[in-house]
Structure formats: C-alpha cells, structure tokens
T-cell receptor, first 114, second 115 residues
Framework: AQSVTQPDIHITVSEGASLELRCNYS??????LFWYVQSPGQGLQLLLK??????LVQGIKGFEAEFKRSQSSFNLRKPSVHWSDAAEYFC????????????FGKGTKLSVKP | GAVVSQHPSRVICKSGTSVKIECRSL??????MFWYRQFPKQSLMLMAT?????????EQGVEKDKFLINHASLTLSTLTVTSAHPEDSSFYIC???????????FGPGTRLTVL
C-alpha cells in the first residue's frame, strides 16, 4: 500500500536555528507532493506543493522543500525558525493526480525554544 | 480564491443526538468534496469522497449509515453524524476540489464533542 512517512514525531529547535522536516513516500507513480501546517485547533494551511519542474520549491513563510526522486523524499526546510512556526506539519502525497488519493503522513510537531 | 468554509466550528452534543456539519466552497464550484477525521495528535484520515449529485464513496471501515454525506449542490456538502457517541468526538475537516486540478482546498475544521 502506498504510504507517507514522517520519521520525526516531535522536533524542538531554537529560534533562529535552521529546520529540516523529513518526509518519505513509498514508490509509486508520479507523486504530487504537499506540505501543510496546522496550528492547534485549526485547519490546514498549504505551505507549498510540487507537481513538476524545478525540484526545489518555495513556499509561504520562508519555507522551501526539495523533491528527490531517487530518495523518495520531499523534505521541508527553513533557514531560520521563528517562534510563530511552532505547529504541526503534515506531508501529503497524491499518486496519479486524481483527487481522492491524498495520503497524509502522521505529522511532525515543531516546538521552538526562545 | 479557493476558500472553503465549515460550520459550525465547534459543536457539543449529547450522546444519541445527530449533528450536521456544513462544508461550503465560497468562490468556486466544487464537484468533489472530501471529509476527513482527525483524532487528537494524529493525522487526517479520509472518511469519504462525495461528488455533486451522486452518492458518497466511503473508505473502508467508515459506517455510511452513521456518517451521512450529502452533496446536493456544487458549493455545499454536509456530513451528518447520526446517533452520536463519545467515540465520535473528533476534529472533522472537509476539503473541496474541481476537475483537472490536483490540489484540494481545506476548510478550517469542526470540533465535535459528544458528551
């Protein structure tokens, strides 16, 4: 079965430090890749997405992600974390491009130390 | 553009009652809407997919008689939790999409608490 893995359940970084959240997916057809952020009690906000083209994609709030087909990965990065970035981050993958096949990872909770 | 709303944002009900949650696409016509469920500290699990004017397709393990989904128009889908029990307490999130577009647009979610 197709799956999405976020190996880190909880990450704590200091404010101003760099951040990388990992996401791996099982092999399948051309993936459509997404990163979402969720604050407590809130819905999902799309940070960025990759459909095709340049494998390094820029998103909102200073986030970027790199698609590496050979590693089946789509890691999220930010060079300098702000306290307001503390939230839950979800990686999601859609195989085949047809709606309804969006599979979410279990999420990574980000805490930011002052 | 592509804004999806949900109503209510929070609802508390007594066990045995039914609760209706609305999902609306505000600025586009959503031929397909999705309902997800999220338990505390867990990821989103797809419950069902609904297409306007047809019956919803439920994921394995989701009781269709308990979670009634209606997608009567291109801008509105409703999820009714019938005879709610405490174990139905959860965060319900809808999303919407339209043909030819991979991305789903998510609503803000509804927190259901069943006492």
């Amino acid at each position: 079965a197709q799956s999405v893995t976020q190996p880190d359940i909880h990450i704590t970084v200091s404010e101003g430090a760099s951040l990388e959240l990992r996401c791996n997916y099982s092999y399948g057809a051309t993936p459509y890749l997404f990163w979402y952020v969720q604050s407590p009690g809130q819905g999902l906000q799309l940070l960025l997405k990759y459909f095709s083209g340049d494998t390094l994609v820029q998103g909102i709030k200073g986030f970027e992600a790199e698609f590496k087909r050979s590693q089946s990965s789509f890691n999220l990065r930010k060079p300098s974390v702000h306290w307001s970035d503390a939230a839950e981050y979800f990686c999601a993958v859609d195989w085949g491009g047809s709606q309804g096949n969006l599979i979410f990872g279990k999420g990574t909770k980000l805490s930011v130390k002052p | 553009g592509a804004v999806v709303s949900q109503h209510p944002s929070r609802v508390i009900c007594k066990s045995g009652t039914s609760v209706k949650i609305e999902c609306r696409s505000l600025d586009f016509q959503a031929t397909t809407m999705f309902w997800y469920r999220q338990f505390p500290k867990q990821s989103l699990m797809l419950m069902a997919t609904s297409n306007e004017g047809s019956k919803a397709t439920y994921e394995q393990g989701v009781e269709k008689d308990k979670f009634l989904i209606n997608h009567a128009s291109l801008t509105l889908s409703t999820l009714t939790v019938t005879s709610a029990h405490p174990e139905d307490s959860s965060f319900y999130i809808c999303s919407a999409g339209y043909p030819g577009f991979v991305e789903q647009f998510f609503g803000p979610g509804t927190r259901l608490t069943v006492l």
